[in-house]
């Protein structure tokens, strides 16, 4: 049985237009570039034949996999998101108690993480120790860096 995925209504359009571009476009584009290389002569020796192939058998995969995160999707509700406690889609404020360092990052899917955007991923180390906390909660979680202390400042949308 296959993982539900929690998007929002942006990540999922984002995933369906991906897909889009890889079939109608991407996929058309090597289909070519392997008739063009199987046009040249024995399929034996022909490396642009083998690097096309290789490449159709990755675009499939990529695609295949779009296909079923799409499938597996449920699209959040924004508006049945509660902030009394931390869950997929709150925008945290944390302190680092070693550091006293600010952090704010929203929870999204793994496929809308994006470290830049302080989007950090649900299944994340950091993510992982904070579902389910409340405002004033301090967590001790497990990083890769060692164990850090957090104290949850505030909980938003």
Avoid: C, H, W
Avoid at 42 to 65: R, W
Avoid at 74 to 98: A, C, G, H, W, Y
Wanted: proline fraction near 3%; charged fraction near 30%; glycine fraction near 4%.
């Amino acid at each position: 049985m296959s993982k539900v995925i929690y998007l929002t209504e942006e990540g999922l359009k984002k995933l369906k237009d991906d897909l889009e571009q890889l079939t109608t476009v991407e996929r058309p584009s090597i289909s070519r570039q392997i008739a063009e290389a199987r046009d040249k002569g024995d399929l034996s020796e022909n490396a642009e034949y083998d690097a096309a192939k290789e490449a159709q058998g990755m675009l499939e995969m990529k695609i295949a996999k779009l296909q079923e995160t799409i499938m597996n999707a449920r699209v959040i509700d924004p508006s049945r998101i509660d902030n009394k406690r931390i869950q997929i889609m709150n925008k945290v404020k944390i302190k680092n108690l070693s550091n006293n360092s600010i952090l704010e990052y929203t929870l999204v899917s793994e496929s809308e993480a994006d470290l830049k955007l302080k989007k950090i991923s649900v299944s994340s180390p950091i993510a992982k120790g904070l579902i389910g906390k409340k405002l004033g909660d301090v967590v001790e979680i497990q990083v890769p860096a060692g164990l850090m202390k957090f104290e949850v400042l505030e909980i938003s949308m």
